[in-house]
């Protein structure tokens, strides 16, 4: 049988299923952490702003060590050029919360698309942006296609127009029913 | 099995040039792409290999334990001191030309860090598990345009059966084995890379034959870029890359 994960923890740590987000490092989370982990997620993404950082999943944890706010976060693509912005971003609200503050880049385990919250999927479907089709991403799938939904109209009709859009993490569909174009946010 | 501080350096020197440089030959495209779409997908994978790179760089560095930076070993060293393959190289010829080579590389590079991803060496695991992904959508953005274009019109056809002679002596050597990848391979770091052939292969064959493409024969596969013997078109490359380090020293965003 598999339980629910207990709504506090849920609530307090956004966990992503699968991901490793930690609580503080004595397990309890005092209002010190509470504060420091709401500031942290709630930096919106600079390329995506629909969406905060904890949504996407790249919150990887919050801490409290000696005093100080450590902030892990983790990029989407090796080359996601908005990492360092991110970085920065999570650094200055953590210290606009009143936080001495330090953001450290991990990249293991790899960020996966798996990890954008059910609540980050449908704020870039009301956005315009489909979010990725889920744990498709094996060699299998390489040559194969996956059906994307419209985000307008929900048509399954739809056709990818190019792998590459206008950021790394997006590809660019059209709907051959309602004729909108729209971007996809790759599943990886 | 441990492997010795210069044979570790000297191997993720040789992946991070091959990422630096082909990343670098790939953004000569932009602006010049022969539509919207590619003008943005070939910066997107320039960028992914450019950041597959300093993570492979910064590493190095660490390893290296000199003082020297990602910077340092990306923007200032001679000519002889990139270890790259010569495919990567190359001059860029038309966009099938491009494509080709973009695929090759995914190709070998796709079952590389597939097998890396379990390396003994906790860091590059870590580059590696991202790095697949990533190549994933390589293979298959380049192999859909290498069918395209050789199940295309007469033109793109006979383009792309002129890039696949012209890559052939380039082939062969992504596979050389030397005491540096042996020792790495027996370490458990990074898969051999004749390992990696049977896979490549099949990629390709499966590519190959839905775009009406004979595999290539190689009569003189070209060699040297492992060991910084490089071809005509590196200098004019590294002039490139290098002029703003060269003529600012220390200049930063």
């Given amino acids: 049988m598999k339980l629910p994960i207990s709504p506090l923890v849920g609530e307090m740590a956004g966990r992503p299923e699968g991901g490793d987000v930690e609580l503080h490092a004595d397990g309890v989370c005092g209002d010190a952490y509470r504060r420091a982990y709401a500031a942290a997620a709630s930096v919106p993404d600079p390329e995506v702003p629909c969406v905060t950082v904890a949504d996407l999943g790249i919150l990887r944890s919050v801490e409290i060590l000696d005093g100080v706010a450590v902030a892990r976060v983790t990029p989407t693509y090796s080359g996601c050029p908005a990492v360092l912005a991110i970085e920065l971003a999570v650094e200055t609200a953590l210290r606009e919360a009143g936080f001495d503050a330090r953001v450290e880049r991990v990249i293991s385990p790899a960020w996966t698309t798996d990890w954008i919250t059910e609540d980050g999927r449908e704020k870039l479907r009301a956005y315009g942006i489909a979010p990725p089709v889920k744990a498709s991403n094996s060699i299998r799938a390489l040559f194969g296609e996956t059906q994307v939904d419209c985000p307008q109209c929900g048509s399954p009709h739809t056709e990818r127009v190019s792998e590459f859009g206008s950021t790394a993490c997006k590809a660019l569909y059209r709907c051959t029913a309602c004729r909108e174009p729209f971007d996809y946010f790759k599943c990886i | ?253």
Wanted: aromatic share 10%; hydrophobic share 45%; charged share 25%.
């Fill in chain 2, 1 to 253: 099995m441990e492997v010795s501080r210069d044979h570790f350096v000297t191997f993720l020197l040789r992946l991070a040039d091959d990422h630096l440089i082909l990343g670098h030959r790939l953004s000569e495209w932009c602006g010049h792409a022969p539509m919207l779409e590619e003008d943005l997908a070939m910066p997107n994978i320039a960028l992914d290999l450019i950041g597959q790179a300093r993570a492979l760089y910064q590493y190095a560095a660490e390893v290296e334990g000199k003082g020297r930076s990602e910077d340092d070993l990306a923007y200032l060293r001679r000519e002889r001191e990139y270890l790259n393959c010569l495919m990567v190289e190359r001059p860029n010829g038309d966009f099938a030309h491009t494509m080709l080579r973009q695929f090759y590389f995914a190709a070998f590079m796709h079952p590389f860090w597939e097998k890396a991803s379990a390396s003994t060496d906790e860091t590059l695991a870590g580059i590696a598990a991202k790095a697949v992904k990533e190549v994933s959508y390589h293979v298959r953005h380049c192999g859909e345009w290498v069918i395209r274009l050789g199940d295309g019109t007469e033109e793109s056809a006979a383009r792309m059966k002129a890039a696949v002679e012209a890559l052939a002596p380039y082939v062969d050597e992504l596979f050389e084995t030397d005491a540096v990848s042996e020792a790495v391979s027996k370490a458990g770091i990074a898969p051999a890379p004749a390992s990696l052939r049977s896979s490549f292969d099949s990629t390709v064959q499966r590519v190959f034959a839905e775009a009406f493409l004979d595999m290539p024969e190689t009569a003189w596969p070209q060699t040297g870029g492992r060991q910084g013997r490089h071809g005509e078109a590196m200098g004019y490359l590294l002039a490139e890359l290098q002029h703003i380090q060269r003529t600012y020293p220390g200049a930063v965003w």
